[in-house]
C-alpha cells in the first residue's frame, strides 16, 4: 500500500469528490482530507492510498492537474520526522 500526498486541493473537495478524481487510475483504500484541529476548516490537503502500482499511475496523471481550479500537488506522502521538527520555537 502507498500513501499518497495530495497538496494545494480547494476547500470545498470532499473525501468523495477526491475518492471519485483518484478512483479513475485504480482501487481507492483510504481517503484522509486533514482540517484544521480548532476551526474544523479544511487545510486544503489530504492524503489517498491506494496500491503501488495505482499510486505510480494516479500520481503521474495527477500532479499539476485543475482541480476545483487549482493545480494539485501529487506524491508520495514522506513519513513526519518528530514533532519537534514541525516548526515555530517556543520560549519559556
Known sequence: MTKIYVGNLPFTATDET???LF???GTVENVSLIT??????PRGFGFVEMSS???ARAMQALNGTDFGG???RVNEAQERSDQANRGGSRRY
Do not use: M, W, Y
Not at 484544521?36 to 476548516?41: A, I, P, V
Open 36 to 41: 484544521d484541529r480548532d476551526s474544523g476548516r
Open 18 to 20: 477526491v475518492r471519485t
Open 23 to 25: 478512483a479513475s487510475h
Open 70 to 72: 487549482r493545480p494539485l
Open 53 to 55: 502500482t495505482d499510486a
